[in-house]
């Protein structure tokens, strides 16, 4: 089988970069889906709150895949579902289905767009028995929304991430009995709009700096207990209660799922968990991309969709200019070619979790969208942001949480040093 | 009427089951569980040790050298994952090198083969995550890894291909002395039996007492364990243990057959057999133990924490004897470690207790040939093509993690002895035993049974007896 450009994944950033390498001139563009539809998780997210920023709608989950969809249909697309993609190189492809078997796709660029996976108890390693009625939000709601089935009706969610959140309201609104969201950290990760809509609405309480420290039952769940932490997120003895509940959901944090990435070789970051790219979102690989929660775990689709299109549209131009040219000297993407070009890298400083992309191309001009995270929610800060030791730009933030990702855009000529981004926190 | 009742389908009734299979008698296994493996021979190191730990002269030093061996035969026969890694004993100061020089002798004297004491520098070459400084260790060539529940599986498929019966979800309430022989009352059914096998693990004080038998000063001693995801496998090549103490052989970290890191366990006597809860304080001893001898444990990328029971007794022992007051009933009691490693050799042992050269049944000489069902992912490609042919479903990948397909999950449920949970296939075919833990696949893994097996999907339990996993449909119902 032959191709131009492979993208991993039909959820969200693989149809966005797909439709984005098509429209920029890709004559070939294939999709591999594990699943057997595309839109990948947000077919199971029913809830509204989608597009807000890229359509200026309202939208559910199906109903922004839909959109992408439709159109990567139009534009003629192709798709091979329920088809597992078991190996990758900037130009090879393995992968399994039950019609074709072992399947061999020859490709002259691969974008990465797996998604990410949801961290489990055993991740944050709770004490206790290993009885049913134990899962991750992300499974509660695949078992609700697309089987249709109820999965508990007392309910403890652990960790205040955005799909527990969402969870909590679902649950309630089909019966369920939400007793409380704990939440180990002193603020929750949670967008705010999430906070109020799926919890006070519904009185459901937010325990801040709590945790679960034992689960209870041998075959299904019949309580958990739960204590306060300190400010080091040490359990504070004395404060431990039991709560009666038949199910114990977890939104502990997502994972960007790289096996594929790691097995080919490619370099990960140990703060995001997705490979290091340059500003093309370019990988280590030569002409193997990343994009969407496979990269970095977002908050927002929206986001997803712009990254994922600047992502194929930087996958057509090294398919392009580079792979199908004639002319050798044409190079775009250089992420582990330092040798012609000096490497600009992007540092997390103070009070930053990370920056994206980790490498900065210089080989053309343009401007540079640079993401991060704060470690911690900061009450007036400013951001700095460094080329070398000189101040380029200070930009003041009433609030800043690690919840919600920031931008920073940057025009290329005034870049001729390493990026370095802190925040200084005003008193 | 049975010639041989078997109590408990973990890995010791197992091999009884299969060595007894190979005559012309009727046995048959009585299980509480809905399936084999699930006490002790579900959560253990999974190691087939090389020997040379027990006592010289024991039936402990008797049946784990000859089991090892046994072993290896039998994986290959059944198409186990079986890897003979050879063993480690750390020794961290002079003091416990005296105690590498007695396991040396006591293996010398076991019959152990391939046994090697080793200079730190020597230790390092094969292990360099061991801290620096480590004094000595002993090395086993003979010691291996194995998966305990698939070889409990197995050896349970082939006993029931060969004539054994087996009933799950049976627990003995009572067994009453008749001329001949016994009635077992087991869940709704009774039967009578002219021999019992007592081999219930963790209960078998309980079974003899119920038959108005001995007691072996019995006690459960739980085990915790961390499992580390599979990018981590390399970590250590051998499986490797500090010196052993009075408690036990240690805190262990070992490798896997499926390539993870397997680091446990502790050794907490517990009053209630049953509790496989893990602690905090365990989790934190485990950490702190294996500490002692390696650097930089990858305990960051944890995929599951589990704990089991061991079936300890007064005896340092294994217990394995005819009962002193019921004739025809034969105890095995106090099956700690090494009793994985010496199952196929106890169960020798219990085929000569059972019958003497006059009283032996006839072999026979055709038997059902079985091999564990190979999974997709570990075939070569000329075969992945052929079960393609074959199946097609190979081709659609269910768990993501462990690469398993609708092909090897539909083999697994077409098996005699498979029971229609959510854990039975992960026991069976890893699907839901990676990083992710089934977050994937496990709804899909339930509807497959559901669909596939025409059951309701709201019988289908994660791991048998109430561990239902939902209670019934949305407001808007099931899709479809």
Same mark, same amino acid.
């Given at each position: 089988?032959?191709?131009?450009?492979?993208?991993?994944?039909a959820?969200?950033?693989?149809l966005?970069?797909?439709?984005?390498?098509?429209?920029?001139?890709?004559?070939?563009?294939?999709?591999?889906?594990?699943?057997?539809?595309?839109?990948?998780?947000?077919?199971?997210?029913?809830?509204?709150?989608?597009?807000?920023?890229?359509?200026?709608?309202?939208?559910?989950?199906?109903?922004?895949?839909?959109?992408?969809?439709?159109?990567?249909?139009?534009?003629?697309?192709?798709?091979?579902?329920?088809?597992?993609?078991?190996?990758?190189?900037?130009?090879?492809?393995?992968?399994?289905?039950?019609?074709?078997?072992?399947?061999?796709?020859?490709?002259?660029?691969?974008?990465?767009?797996?998604?990410?996976?949801?961290r489990?108890?055993?991740?944050?390693?709770?004490?206790?028995?290993?009885?049913?009625?134990?899962?991750t939000?992300?499974?509660?709601?695949?078992?609700?929304?697309?089987?249709?089935?109820?999965?508990?009706?007392?309910?403890?969610?652990?960790?205040?991430?955005d799909?527990?959140?969402?969870?909590?309201?679902?649950?309630?609104?089909?019966?369920?009995?939400?007793?409380?969201?704990?939440?180990?950290?002193?603020?929750?990760?949670?967008?705010?709009?999430?906070?109020?809509?799926?919890?006070?609405?519904?009185?459901?309480?937010?325990?801040?700096?709590?945790?679960?420290?034992?689960?209870?039952?041998?075959?299904?769940?019949?309580?958990?207990?739960?204590?306060?932490?300190?400010?080091?997120?040490?359990?504070i003895?004395?404060?431990?209660?039991?709560?009666?509940?038949?199910?114990?959901?977890l939104?502990?944090?997502l994972?960007?799922?790289?096996?594929?990435?790691?097995?080919?070789?490619?370099?990960?970051?140990?703060v995001?968990?997705?490979?290091?790219?340059?500003d093309?979102?370019?990988?280590?690989?030569?002409?193997?991309?990343?994009?969407?929660?496979?990269?970095?775990?977002?908050?927002?689709?929206?986001?997803?969709?712009?990254?994922?299109?600047?992502?194929?549209?930087?996958?057509?131009?090294?398919?392009l200019?580079?792979?199908?040219?004639?002319?050798?000297?044409?190079?775009?993407?250089?992420?582990?070619?330092?040798?012609?070009?000096?490497?600009?890298?992007?540092?997390?400083?103070?009070?930053?979790?990370?920056?994206?992309?980790?490498?900065?191309?210089?080989?053309?001009?343009?401007?540079?969208?640079?993401?991060?995270?704060?470690?911690?929610?900061?009450?007036?800060?400013?951001?700095?942001?460094?080329?070398?030791?000189?101040?380029?730009?200070?930009?003041?933030?009433?609030?800043?949480?690690?919840?919600?990702?920031?931008?920073?855009?940057?025009?290329?000529?005034?870049?001729?040093?390493?990026i370095?981004?802190?925040?200084?926190?005003?008193? | 009427?049975?010639?041989?009742?078997i109590i408990?389908?973990?890995?010791?009734g197992?091999?009884?089951?299969?060595?007894l299979?190979?005559y012309?008698?009727?046995?048959?296994?009585?299980?509480?569980h809905?399936?084999?493996?699930?006490?002790?021979?579900?959560?253990?190191?999974?190691?087939?040790?090389?020997?040379?730990?027990?006592?010289?002269?024991?039936?402990?030093?008797?049946?784990?050298?000859?089991?090892?061996i046994?072993?290896?035969?039998?994986?290959?026969?059944?198409?186990?994952?079986?890897?003979?890694?050879?063993?480690?004993?750390?020794?961290?100061?002079?003091?416990?090198?005296?105690?590498?020089?007695?396991l040396?002798?006591?293996?010398?004297?076991?019959?152990?083969?391939?046994?090697?004491?080793?200079?730190?520098?020597?230790?390092?070459?094969l292990?360099?995550?061991?801290?620096?400084?480590?004094?000595?260790?002993?090395?086993?060539?003979?010691?291996?890894?194995?998966?305990?529940?698939?070889?409990?599986?197995?050896?349970?498929?082939?006993?029931?291909?060969?004539?054994?019966?087996?009933?799950?979800?049976?627990?003995?309430?009572?067994?009453?002395?008749?001329?001949?022989?016994?009635?077992?009352?087991a869940?709704?059914?009774?039967?009578?039996t002219?021999?019992?096998?007592?081999?219930?693990?963790?209960?078998?004080?309980?079974?003899?007492?119920?038959?108005?038998?001995?007691?072996f000063?019995?006690?459960?001693?739980?085990?915790?364990?961390?499992?580390?995801?599979?990018?981590?496998?390399?970590?250590?090549?051998?499986?490797?243990?500090?010196?052993?103490?009075?408690?036990?052989?240690?805190?262990?970290v070992a490798?896997?057959?499926?390539?993870?890191?397997?680091?446990?366990?502790?050794?907490? $006597?517990?009053?209630?057999?049953?509790?496989?809860?893990?602690?905090?304080?365990?989790?934190?001893?485990?950490?702190?133990?294996?500490?002692?001898?390696f650097?930089?444990?990858?305990?960051?990328?944890?995929?599951?924490?589990?704990?089991?029971?061991?079936?300890?007794?007064?005896?340092?022992?294994?217990?394995?004897a005819?009962?002193?007051?019921?004739?025809?009933?034969?105890?095995?009691?106090?099956?700690?470690?090494?009793?994985?490693?010496?199952?196929?050799?106890?169960?020798?042992?219990?085929?000569?207790?059972?019958?003497?050269?006059?009283?032996?049944?006839?072999?026979?000489?055709?038997?059902?040939?079985?091999?564990?069902?190979?999974?997709?992912?570990?075939?070569?490609?000329?075969?992945?093509?052929?079960?393609?042919?074959?199946?097609?479903?190979?081709g659609?990948?269910?768990?993501?993690?462990?690469?398993?397909?609708?092909?090897?999950?539909?083999?697994a449920?077409?098996?005699?002895?498979?029971?229609?949970?959510?854990?039975?296939?992960?026991?069976?075919?890893?699907?839901?035993?990676?990083?992710?833990?089934?977050?994937f696949?496990?709804?899909?893994?339930?509807?497959?049974?559901? $669909?596939?097996?025409?059951v309701?999907?709201?019988?289908?339990?994660?791991?048998?007896?109430?561990?239902?996993?939902?209670?019934?449909?949305t407001?808007?119902?099931?899709r479809g």
């Amino acid at each position: 089988m032959q191709t131009d450009l492979v993208v991993v994944g039909a959820g969200p950033a693989g149809l966005a970069a797909a439709i984005a390498a098509k429209k920029a001139g890709v004559e070939r563009v294939l999709v591999i889906e594990r699943d057997s539809e595309a839109g990948g998780i947000l077919n199971q997210c029913i809830h509204s709150g989608f597009g807000l920023s890229y359509f200026n709608l309202e939208l559910t989950g199906p109903e922004y895949a839909t959109r992408f969809i439709e159109q990567a249909m139009d534009i003629g697309i192709e798709f091979l579902f329920d088809t597992m993609v078991l190996s990758v190189a900037t130009n090879m492809v393995r992968a399994l289905n039950a019609n074709d078997g072992n399947i061999y796709v020859e490709c002259k660029a691969v974008v990465l767009a797996m998604g990410c996976r949801e961290r489990t108890r055993f991740a944050i390693a709770i004490p206790g028995t290993r009885p049913s009625g134990v899962m991750t939000a992300g499974l509660a709601q695949r078992y609700i929304n697309i089987e249709g089935k109820i999965i508990g009706k007392r309910v403890i969610i652990l960790g205040s991430g955005d799909i527990g959140l969402i969870m909590a309201r679902r649950l309630t609104l089909e019966g369920a009995e939400v007793l409380a969201c704990v939440e180990i950290m002193p603020y929750s990760s949670g967008l705010s709009r999430n906070i109020s809509q799926c919890l006070d609405d519904f009185e459901i309480p937010l325990l801040l700096s709590h945790t679960v420290t034992e689960i209870h039952g041998k075959r299904r769940l019949v309580g958990v207990t739960i204590s306060q932490v300190d400010e080091n997120r040490r359990i504070i003895e004395g404060t431990d209660r039991y709560i009666e509940c038949d199910t114990l959901l977890l939104s502990v944090g997502l994972i960007p799922e790289n096996e594929l990435s790691s097995d080919a070789g490619i370099l990960l970051d140990d703060v995001t968990k997705g490979p290091i790219v340059n500003d093309y979102n370019e990988t280590s690989q030569r002409g193997v991309f990343a994009s969407g929660n496979v990269l970095q775990v977002h908050d927002l689709v929206d986001f997803v969709s712009l990254e994922a299109e600047r992502t194929g549209r930087a996958a057509a131009k090294y398919i392009l200019d580079f792979v199908s040219s004639t002319d050798a000297n044409r190079r775009v993407c250089n992420a582990d070619q330092s040798e012609q070009q000096p490497e600009i890298h992007t540092i997390a400083k103070e009070n930053i979790s990370y920056l994206l992309p980790q490498r900065i191309v210089l080989e053309d001009h343009g401007d540079v969208d640079i993401f991060f995270r704060v470690k911690q929610p900061i009450r007036k800060g400013i951001v700095v942001v460094y080329c070398g030791d000189k101040e380029l730009l200070r930009l003041s933030k009433e609030y800043l949480a690690p919840g919600e990702m920031q931008l920073i855009n940057l025009n290329k000529q005034d870049i001729t040093d390493d990026i370095s981004v802190e925040v200084e926190v005003l008193r | 009427m049975y010639d041989v009742a078997i109590i408990g389908a973990g890995i010791v009734g197992a091999a009884v089951a299969y060595t007894l299979s190979h005559y012309d008698i009727k046995t048959i296994v009585v299980e509480q569980h809905d399936d084999v493996a699930k006490g002790t021979t579900r959560a253990n190191t999974a190691i087939i040790h090389a020997g040379y730990d027990p006592k010289p002269g024991s039936l402990m030093a008797k049946t784990n050298v000859r089991g090892s061996i046994l072993w290896e035969q039998l994986a290959m026969t059944l198409g186990l994952e079986y890897i003979k890694t050879g063993s480690l004993v750390v020794a961290r100061n002079e003091q416990e090198a005296v105690t590498i020089q007695q396991l040396y002798r006591n293996g010398i004297e076991n019959g152990v083969a391939e046994l090697e004491i080793l200079s730190a520098e020597q230790t390092h070459q094969l292990e360099p995550n061991l801290r620096q400084d480590i004094f000595c260790s002993l090395y086993a060539k003979n010691a291996a890894i194995i998966n305990p529940y698939q070889s409990c599986i197995a050896l349970s498929e082939y006993a029931a291909r060969n004539g054994v019966n087996f009933m799950f979800s049976s627990m003995v309430t009572d067994i009453s002395v008749i001329e001949g022989g016994y009635y077992v009352t087991a869940g709704n059914n009774l039967f009578k039996t002219k021999y019992i096998v007592n081999a219930a693990g963790i209960g078998a004080e309980d079974i003899s007492y119920m038959a108005g038998g001995e007691g072996f000063g019995s006690y459960s001693v739980k085990g915790e364990y961390y499992l580390i995801d599979r990018k981590h496998g390399g970590y250590t090549k051998k499986v490797v243990f500090p010196v052993p103490s009075t408690s036990g052989k240690g805190v262990v970290v070992a490798p896997t057959v499926h390539g993870n890191l397997l680091i446990g366990p502790t050794s907490d $006597r517990v009053s209630d057999g049953d509790n496989t809860a893990v602690t905090a304080e365990g989790l934190e001893t485990i950490r702190a133990q294996a500490s002692l001898l390696f650097n930089n444990l990858p305990f960051y990328d944890n995929i599951r924490n589990f704990a089991g029971n061991r079936a300890y007794i007064s005896s340092d022992d294994f217990h394995l004897a005819m009962s002193s007051t019921l004739p025809g009933f034969i105890n095995l009691a106090g099956i700690k470690s090494p009793g994985l490693s010496s199952a196929p050799a106890l169960a020798e042992e219990v085929f000569t207790l059972l019958f003497t050269d006059e009283t032996a049944p006839k072999r026979k000489t055709e038997m059902v040939p079985y091999r564990y069902p190979q999974r997709f992912k570990e075939m070569s490609e000329e075969e992945q093509q052929e079960a393609l042919k074959r199946q097609p479903r190979y081709g659609q990948v269910i768990c993501r993690c462990e690469t398993v397909t609708e092909g090897d999950i539909l083999q697994a449920l077409s098996e005699t002895l498979t029971p229609l949970t959510i854990s039975a296939i992960k026991r069976r075919v890893n699907a839901g035993m990676g990083r992710c833990q089934g977050g994937f696949c496990s709804v899909k893994v339930h509807e497959l049974i559901a $669909r596939h097996m025409g059951v309701p999907y709201e019988s289908v339990t994660m791991d048998g007896t109430n561990s239902f996993i939902v209670f019934g449909d949305t407001k808007k119902g099931a899709r479809g």
